[in-house]
């Protein structure tokens, strides 16, 4: 071969490996990621939608609604999108604001008097924006056991937030917070005058035609996905779990072929085929940070393209290889969602999972780099180690625990002696039973949140949830406190977990 063609076929290779992928390309390798994907972690199942230029450019289903059936996922199958609700409540306050009937400024004892936090102060200065930027004061997650799984309606969930201590000032510091989209959700209804989930339907689901999307799991169509996710080792089916108390902050349900119109609607900032849904004004104040949010050192080198990460309304929002990403995430018990805006790109995509496997993230972070041309990297891979090295983390702290405990002991009391009502101001009732020489902990508000007690030493026990109990708690134990009179007092609950706070619970007897 001469050098003039060998130089020429070189700069060939250079020029093509330069030019941006065809979008059937960038579909055709995303496509064959994924089935490598849902293959790595065992499925069961996923679906994801990728609009580009205000049309569907992608809608496809994988894998199985439920582990065992031949039911498969298609564009059309219905997941829980949990937290990514809270878009679709700042739209409908969005939609009100447009309307005059509101303003995000407007102090939340306006519309809900009767509301309270900790401090009467944060009570009276709270707005609607307060509401849904996550900086009341509050913990990430503080609370979310009053509407987990708890036959609590939301005006009751509202009416204990009053005990929740703060964890830092009001508008310092950045905290997720439920429990506030929920009272913005009451607010809503207080200004309309109809429940949120008719509200949502009326004005946003209904005109967009995502008809097969719904607000409790109490109405799903039949082709609809179960949640799963590994207990034992082995991966389970769950049955759906009752958040209809937090309907407007994680009780959706849709398929991708239904969110591929609301990203649509998004990125036209408020419009749909002609049809205005909100202003753009109210989708431009939508999609800005107000709170800001630390990057650690490891992040940043994970994504050294990342600069900065805002919390916006119902959205977060930061940069990646230059453009400006705007998203939300969503997880119940085995459903996993994200669902992405690129404005700049008018690209926007979800993937909808019915698991705990990082499938979700995985694909969320592979869709971005095709689209945005960013450097090879396997996220996949990445993600196995991962897991890999928690499951180990957990493992050595299963040792030290087991190391711990102190054998050869009994508790101080009889088994009859345990048994009793101990109550939470905050959350309410906890009893303790004895069946078949075994003391068993149901929590009344939730009636599937019952527990065998297993002596560990001395007064505590350790935890071994029911299978009613969809959350894949790792070990966890409960001590009772013995007063002076030598009787039991209080619980005290140490069950390690991501998302529910049982360190928020001081369950007392009651005498």
């Known amino acids: 071969m001469s050098k003039i063609l060998g130089l020429f076929l070189i700069l060939t290779a250079f020029v093509y490996s330069a030019y941006p992928q065809s979008l059937e390309s960038r579909l055709s390798e995303i496509d064959a990621y994924a089935q490598t994907v849902l293959e790595t972690h065992g499925g069961p199942g996923m679906a994801i939608a990728i609009v580009k230029d205000d049309k569907t450019a992608y809608a496809k289903g994988f894998g199985l609604r439920e582990l065992g059936k031949d039911g498969k996922v298609d564009p059309d199958t219905v997941f829980a999108i949990a937290s990514n609700s809270k878009a679709f409540l700042t739209a409908t306050i969005a939609i009100l604001v447009d309307e005059k009937k509101l303003n995000w400024d407007d102090k939340v004892s306006k519309y809900l008097p009767e509301f309270e936090m900790y401090d009467p102060w944060v009570t009276s200065e709270l707005t609607i924006r307060d509401l849904v ?13 009053l509407w987990y799984e708890t036959t609590y309606k939301p005006e009751e969930i ?31 209804e207080r200004v309309s005058g109809k429940k949120w989930c008719a509200f949502v339907k009326e004005r946003i689901l209904d005109p967009l035609g995502m008809l097969r999307t719904t607000c409790s799991v109490s109405d799903l169509p039949n082709n609809s996905a179960f949640p799963h996710n590994e207990s034992g080792g082995r991966l389970r089916v769950l049955h759906r779990g009752n958040v209809d108390g937090s309907s407007s902050a ?41 709170m800001a949010q630390q990057i650690s050192e490891a992040a940043s080198r994970n994504n050294p393209t990342r600069h900065f990460s805002g919390v916006a ?6 940069d990646y290889q230059g453009r400006k990403i705007i998203n939300h995430s969503g997880g119940l ?8 805006l690129v404005p700049e790109e008018q690209l926007g995509f979800v993937v909808l999972t019915n698991s705990e496997s990082p499938a979700f993230r995985v694909m969320m972070n592979k869709i971005l780099d095709v689209f945005l041309d960013a450097p090879k990297r ?16 957990q493992a050595e702290e299963d040792r030290k625990v ?31 039973s004895e069946e078949k020489g075994r003391l068993v902990m149901r929590f009344l508000p939730a009636p599937n949140f019952v527990a065998d007690l297993e002596h560990w030493h ?33 619980l005290k609950i140490d069950q390690p977990n991501s998302d529910f706070w049982f360190y928020e619970l001081s369950p007392r007897r009651k005498k």
């Not at 396997?378 to 983390?393: G, L, T, V, Y």
């Not at 711990?404 to 906890?430: A, C, E, F, H, V």
């Not at 505590?460 to 966890?476: D, E, L, Q």
């Open 250 to 290: 994680a009780a959706l349900n849709s398929s991708v072929n239904d969110l591929s119109k609301w990203i649509r609607t998004q990125l036209a900032r408020g419009k749909f085929e002609g049809r205005l849904i909100f202003s753009e004004q109210q989708a431009w104040a939508m999609h800005q940070p107000y």
């Open 133 to 145: 930027t996550h900086r009341v004061g509050l913990d990430t997650f503080s609370g979310d056991l």
């Open 402 to 432: 087991d190391t711990s405990r102190k054998l050869n002991t009994r508790p101080s009391l009889p088994l009859p002696n345990y048994i009793g009502t101990y109550s939470d101001k905050m959350y309410g009732d906890i009893t303790i």
């Open 458 to 490: 001395f007064d505590t026990f350790m935890i071994r949830w029911r299978p009613s109990v969809a959350y894949n708690f790792p070990r966890g134990f409960v001590t009772f406190t013995i007063d002076k009179n030598g009787e039991t007092d209080e």
């Open 313 to 318: 309304m119902g959205w977060f929002v930061y």
């Open 378 to 393: 396997d996220w996949n891979k990445e993600a196995a180690e991962s897991i890999r090295q928690a499951k180990d983390r």
């Open 333 to 340: 018990d085995g459903m996993l969602s994200f669902t992405v």
């Open 158 to 188: 509202l009416a204990r937030v009053k005990h929740l201590r703060p964890v830092s000032s009001f508008r310092s510091r950045y905290g997720y917070q439920n429990l506030m989209f929920i009272a913005a959700g009451q607010i809503v």
